[in-house]
C-alpha cells in the first residue's frame, strides 16, 4: 500500500571507543547532509541527528575498557516520537558499530511499526543481508544515496516499482533481495550542496579533536570527488564510491566554498575526498581560483592525497591556497610491498622526492602507513619505519592491516587462515591485531609496533633534540594525560 512520505529522520549512531584513549570524534556528516539536500529538494521535512556530537559528554560504560558515547537510547526514542518521522535512516560506517545502528531501528519499530527503516553507508553497503537479516530494517541502501534514496521514495510512494532500482536491499514475501549497486552519478555538480543548515554546526566548532587536531575553531569538511581507480588490497572504499573518478568542476567547489564562508564563517577545509588531486589539471584550476579569490582558508588532507597523482607545481600551489598539511598515503617504506602485496601504484623514489619539496617549501607533512599485511616479512615492516626517519617524519598515521569485509585483504585471510576461527566482526578496528602469518603472529606484530614507535622517538630526540623537547613541551602542555601514556611507553616501551 503506498503512502505519502512527509517527514524524514536521519542519525549518526552512538559510538564505541575505548574508555582510557578515545577514538572517535564528531564531525560534520557530509554524508547524511547530501542526503538531506535531496530530500528537501523533494519537498521532504528533513531531521539529522548526530547523536555522538549531541550526547559527546555522556559515556557509558559497556564492557572492560570500552564505552558508548553519545546520546542515550532513551533520548533517542523521544526524538523519534516527538518528531514522528514516516522514515528514519542510519548511517552505520563501521561494522563494528553496528549494534548502536540496529538499537534505533529496534526504537524506531518500538514506537511505531508503521515507520520506514533504511540502513545507509559502508557497513550496509558491504553486508547488505546480515543488515536486512534485522527484521526491524526495511530497506538497505548500497553505495552513495543521493538518487537511490529520492527512488525508494518514489517506491514507498507508490510511483515506481523497486524492482528497477539500483543499489538496494529489500524484502519481497519474506525474500530477502539484494540489487548490486551499478550505476554512480556521472555529473556531481547536479547535486545541491550539502545542507548544513540542518547540522549543529556551532557544536561542532571548536572541538578538541575532529578527525585530527584543528587549526582554525570554525571548520567544516568538503568533499570535492568520488570514486577511486586504485585497487589497494585493504581499501573497501570502492564498495561505496565506484573505481571510477568522478569530480566536481572547479566552479563548483568554489561556489560552496563561498557559501561556507559566508553563511557559516568557515575558517578551515578539510578535503575528505581520497583523490582531491587524482585529476593535476582539476587541482591546480581549484587552487588557482583558490588563491584568485582571496578565500584565505586554511585547510588539510586529512584523508591523505595519492602520491602518485602530485608533482611539485602543485603541491605549491596547494600551499599557496592555504594548505598547511600534506598527508600522503604511501601504505609502505618497501616497494616490493607497494608493488605485489598492497597493489599501491606508487614509486617511493619519486614519492620521497615530493616530500622532500614539500618539507623545503615550509609545508608541514605526514604519511600514511599500513601494517601486516599477510605476506610482508617482519624486515620489509620495519622498512616503514626506516623510510620514515629518514624523511624525518617521526609520527606517521599507522594503521594495522584489518580484514574488512568487501576487502581483497578480507579474502585472503579467509583462504589462507590467517584470521582465528573465532574471528568476530567486532574485532574490526584498526589496533585489533588480528591477522597471523607464516612470517609473524598479531603479538609479534604488536610488539614490532611498539618498537618502531621508540625507534622514531627516539631517532627525533637524537637527530633533532631541541625540536623534540619543544614538541614534548607543547603536547603535554595540549594533553596531559594522554603526554603522561605517551611517556611511560617511552621510557618503558609498553
Not at 52 to 80: C, M, P, T, Y
Not at 221 to 228: A, D, E, H, Y
Not at 243 to 250: A, G, L, M, Q, T
Not at 263 to 275: M, S
Request: aromatic share 10%; hydrophobic share 40%.
Amino acid at each position: 500500500m503506498s503512502r505519502k512520505i512527509s517527514k524524514v529522520l536521519l542519525f549518526i549512531p552512538p559510538a564505541f571507543t575505548f574508555k582510557d584513549m578515545p577514538d572517535v570524534n564528531p564531525m560534520p556528516p557530509l554524508g547524511l547532509a547530501y542526503l538531506g539536500a535531496a530530500l528537501e529538494n523533494a519537498g521532504i521535512e528533513v531531521k539529522i541527528v548526530d547523536c555522538l556530537l549531541e550526547g559527546w559528554h555522556n559515556r557509558e560504560e559497556v564492557a572492560e575498557n570500552i564505552v558508548r558515547i553519545g546520546l542515550s537510547f532513551e533520548d533517542i526514542d523521544k526524538i523519534i516520537r516527538d518528531f514522528r518521522p514516516d522514515i528514519v535512516g542510519v548511517n552505520n560506517l563501521f561494522t563494528k558499530q553496528r549494534e548502536n545502528a540496529h538499537k534505533i531501528y529496534a526504537l524506531v519499530k518500538k514506537a511505531n511499526k508503521n515507520i520506514i527503516t533504511i540502513a545507509g553507508g559502508a557497513h550496509p553497503t558491504v553486508m547488505p543481508e546480515l543488515v536486512m537479516s534485522d527484521a526491524n530494517v526495511d530497506y538497505t541502501v548500497i553505495g552513495e544515496g543521493d538518487d537511490t534514496i529520492i527512488d525508494l521514495v518514489g517506491v514507498i510512494e507508490g510511483r515506481k516499482n523497486i524492482a528497477t532500482l539500483d543499489g538496494i536491499g529489500y524484502r519481497d514475501k519474506g525474500r530477502i533481495i539484494i540489487t548490486p549497486k551499478t550505476k554512480f552519478i556521472e555529473d556531481l555538480d547536479r547535486l545541491p550542496f550539502p545542507v548544513r543548515h540542518l547540522l549543529n554546526m556551532e557544536g561542532y566548532f571548536g572541538q578538541k579533536k575532529a578527525h585530527g587536531i584543528r587549526k582554525k575553531r570554525r571548520f567544516s569538511p568538503i568533499i570535492t570527488s568520488r570514486g577511486c581507480p586504485a585497487k589497494c588490497a585493504f581499501c573497501t572504499a570502492y564498495r561505496v564510491w565506484g573505481r571510477k573518478f568522478r569530480f566536481r568542476s572547479p566552479e563548483n567547489v568554489i561556489a560552496e566554498m563561498k557559501e561556507m564562508k559566508a553563511k557559516y564563517g568557515i575558517e578551515e577545509i578539510l578535503f575528505e575526498d581520497d583523490n582531491t588531486t587524482l585529476n593535476v589539471q582539476r587541482a591546480e584550476k581549484l587552487f588557482d581560483l583558490m588563491i584568485a579569490e582571496k578565500l584565505n582558508f586554511v585547510w588539510d588532507t586529512p584523508n591523505g592525497v595519492a602520491a602518485f597523482a602530485l608533482n611539485e607545481k602543485i603541491i605549491d600551489k596547494m600551499k599557496k591556497s592555504g594548505c598547511y598539511q600534506l598527508n600522503l598515503a604511501f601504505e609502505s617504506g618497501n616497494q616490493y610491498v607497494l608493488d605485489n602485496i598492497i597493489k599501491k601504484p606508487l614509486k617511493l623514489e619519486r614519492a620521497k622526492q615530493l616530500v622532500r619539496h614539500a618539507q623545503k617549501i615550509g609545508l608541514s607533512t605526514n604519511i600514511f602507513l599500513i601494517l601486516g599485511m599477510p605476506g610482508e616479512t617482519k624486515a620489509q615492516i620495519w622498512d616503514s619505519f626506516r623510510l620514515a626517519a629518514e624523511l624525518d617524519i617521526y609520527s606517521p598515521f599507522f594503521s594495522i592491516a584489518t580484514p574488512y569485509p568487501g576487502s581483497e585483504l578480507y579474502e585472503i585471510c579467509r583462504k589462507e587462515k590467517y584470521i582465528p576461527d573465532n574471528f568476530s566482526l567486532d574485532d574490526l578496528y584498526i589496533r585489533s591485531f588480528s591477522i597471523s602469518t607464516k612470517d609473524w603472529t598479531g603479538d609479534e606484530l604488536r610488539e614490532i609496533l611498539v618498537k618502531g614507535q621508540r625507534f622514531l622517538r627516539t631517532s627525533f630526540m637524537k637527530k633533532h633534540p631541541a625540536s623534540f623537547l619543544i614538541d614534548s613541551f607543547k603536547f603535554m602542555i595540549s594533553d596531559p594525560v594522554y603526554f603522561a601514556r605517551r611517556a611511560f611507553f617511552f621510557i618503558f616501551g609498553r
